[in-house]
């Protein structure tokens, strides 16, 4: 690690002397460790460290990239020449480039990305968490009697990035994750139910305890027996915050500038329209102190920033990296990755209501507790995915639901979110508090 800083100057000095106009060096080295426990047996334990360098060389709006994980000096001299070489052969792109500038970054120490305990915690009590976690779980309940597994993991590393337009910056990120997935059988019945609960931190002393993740677990699991079938019908659905955010993941790709520009996403040409209800608002925070998605500068030098996306259902930005941002017209937002966009933390603000009162306030309707399958139409906004959830009877959920669809269109449904609870939950880079969508379709008998 000491002789990275070396290494990336070595390069890009060597890019220049081969024809580079412009070059970018992107270092990272990064130790993970993950174990899963099934039944009490230890089915996996992994730990590894890995380095590799990422290079991208510009010459004449021409670029071209290559990467390596074998960092000798002989080898990096080979990547760095016949990148350049395969510039010379790229197609013209007026809008390939770096970035056109590099305010400075916050620094790392501010935005508490590491924990220093994640390098002294021992395999044995990483190992343990999982073991642990499944024990209680298994426990809990007569009627959970199986488990797909408990997992354990860690990631600790750092990263570089140096370029020929003077920006140098580095930090170091740690994150870890405890998880469980159970199975459940009632008395009498064939068929099994399972569900899952995990907890994400950057810090180890902000994860939740084995009992808590077992716990939630259990209480997802046992919600699901005694399923019974509903009718086709159009109906109100609450997204209990885990399933909004993964609604949320469908909107970020409709915001990035790649998906704008290709002209591939139901919000082209919409800057500045009511696309939502009023009242919502939705952010990317990379500033957010110890978020999971938060960082010091993106994947291309830019520093880190807070972009409103929608403020109080208009749609005020897209999400641009340096490239989408010229086909825009626009700055970048500081999500580029130097071919597309990322997420940092991209989150529903939280609103005024108690998840409580949003399932009050439904007559009848699904709270939806998990998605399956792929049924998102980017270009048309056309949403379809099957689902599991309970279904409210006058306020009341009063029993789960199996084999249905929910289907509506994505504008539709961020124009129909009529309540958004108060219990926004950061466990991922998406982040979402319950939602309630006035109407969707819900296909069942």
């Not at 220093?116 to 343990?128: N, R, S, Y």
């Not at 580029?336 to 949003?358: R, V």
Request: some cysteine.
């Amino acid at each position: 690690m000491k002789d990275f800083p070396a290494l990336a100057e070595r390069m890009l000095a060597q890019a220049r002397a081969a024809g580079a106009e412009d070059a970018e060096v992107h270092l990272s080295e990064s130790t993970r460790f993950s174990t899963r426990v099934r039944q009490g047996t230890v089915e996996t334990v992994t730990e590894a460290t890995t380095r590799a360098v990422s290079l991208r060389v510009f010459l004449d709006q021409r670029v071209a990239r290559a990467g390596a994980s074998d960092l000798r000096p002989d080898t990096l001299e080979g990547l760095v020449r016949r990148a350049v070489e395969r510039a010379r052969l790229a197609n013209q792109d007026p809008c390939a480039g770096l970035p056109d500038e590099f305010p400075a970054p916050p620094p790392a120490e501010s935005l508490n990305l590491y924990d220093p305990a994640l390098e002294t915690l021992p395999a044995d009590e990483k190992i343990a968490l999982a073991r642990d976690t499944e024990a209680i779980g298994l426990k809990l309940d007569p009627r959970v009697k199986n488990s797909g597994g408990a997992g354990f993991s860690t990631s600790r590393g750092r990263v570089w990035l140096v370029n020929t337009r003077g920006f140098a910056g580095t930090y170091r990120s740690s994150s870890c994750s405890l998880g469980l997935y159970l199975l459940g059988q009632e008395p009498g019945k064939a068929a099994q139910v399972s569900d899952y609960w995990y907890s994400a931190a950057r810090q180890r002393a902000k994860l939740e305890t084995p009992e808590q993740v077992a716990r939630r677990t259990v209480e997802r699991v046992c919600r699901h027996f005694g399923a019974r079938k509903v009718q086709t019908q159009e109906a109100p659905v609450v997204f209990e915050p885990l399933l909004a955010a993964e609604l949320l993941a469908d909107v970020f790709a409709a915001v990035t500038g790649e998906a704008i520009y290709l002209r591939r996403s139901f919000l082209v040409d919409t800057l500045g329209e009511r696309i939502a209800a009023a009242g919502i608002t939705l952010l990317d925070d990379g500033l957010r102190p110890g978020g999971l998605g938060t960082r010091p500068f993106d994947r291309e030098g830019v520093a880190a920033q807070r972009t409103l996306v929608i403020e109080n259902g208009v749609l005020k930005n897209y999400l641009c990296g340096s490239y989408s941002a010229r086909k825009l017209g626009r700055r970048s937002t500081g999500n580029g990755t130097g071919d597309g966009e990322a997420p940092t933390n991209f989150y529903l603000a939280a609103g005024p209501h108690a998840p409580e009162a949003i399932v009050a306030s439904v007559e009848r309707g699904l709270y939806v507790t998990r998605l399956i399958g792929q049924g998102v139409n980017l270009v048309t906004g056309d949403y379809s995915r099957g689902a599991f959830g309970l279904w409210i009877e006058n306020g009341q959920l009063s029993y789960p639901v199996h084999e249905v669809t929910i289907s509506g269109n994505l504008r539709r449904m961020l124009e129909g979110m009529e309540m958004v609870g108060s219990d926004l939950d950061f466990r991922d880079a998406f982040a979402a508090p319950t939602v309630k969508i006035s109407a969707v379709t819900i296909a069942g008998t």
